[in-house]
């Protein structure tokens, strides 16, 4: 097993900061950013998250993956679909969950 330094305490905490930030920003919990929920903007909201922590603090795709209790393969989508949706439009400050906008709003009629 690894000898944690202070470093990684330090990481640590400023990892949990940036979580209770993103959640606090969607109007989630950190536990339910947690969790294996899907629900309004919380994909969103977990690859806010997931970027931040790579970006303001480097850590690896497994640390990410256990910090948010998914798979590293999981951020590592995550992480390359928000790269791609920022360089299609410019800027992404979030991933896109997938569904555009206009899907999410207009769900087809049932029996249509």
Same mark, same amino acid.
């Given at each position: 097993? *690894? +000898?944690?330094?202070? %470093?990684?305490? &330090?990481?640590?905490? #400023? !990892?949990?900061?940036?979580? =209770?930030?993103?959640? =606090?920003? %969607?109007?989630?919990? #950190?536990?339910?950013?947690?969790? +294996? /929920?899907?629900?309004?903007?919380? $994909?969103?909201?977990?690859?806010?998250?997931?970027? /931040? &922590?790579?970006?303001?603090?480097?850590?690896? @795709? $497994? #640390?990410?993956? =256990?910090?948010? !209790?998914?798979?590293?393969?999981?951020?590592? @989508?995550?992480?390359? *679909?928000?790269?791609? +949706?920022?360089?299609?439009?410019? %800027?992404?400050?979030?991933? +896109?969950?997938?569904?555009?906008?206009?899907?999410? !709003?207009? $769900? $087809?009629?049932?029996?249509?």
């Amino acid at each position: 097993m *690894k +000898n944690l330094t202070i %470093f990684d305490h &330090l990481n640590s905490l #400023v !990892a949990e900061d940036i979580l =209770q930030d993103v959640a =606090q920003k %969607f109007g989630h919990t #950190v536990e339910l950013l947690k969790s +294996n /929920r899907r629900g309004d903007k919380l $994909p969103k909201a977990r690859c806010e998250a997931m970027h /931040r &922590l790579r970006t303001e603090l480097k850590l690896s @795709y $497994p #640390v990410i993956g =256990q910090l948010l !209790a998914k798979d590293h393969s999981t951020v590592i @989508y995550a992480l390359k *679909k928000h790269e791609k +949706n920022s360089r299609a439009g410019g %800027f992404a400050p979030v991933c +896109n969950s997938g569904m555009s906008a206009a899907a999410t !709003a207009n $769900p $087809p009629l049932q029996g249509s």
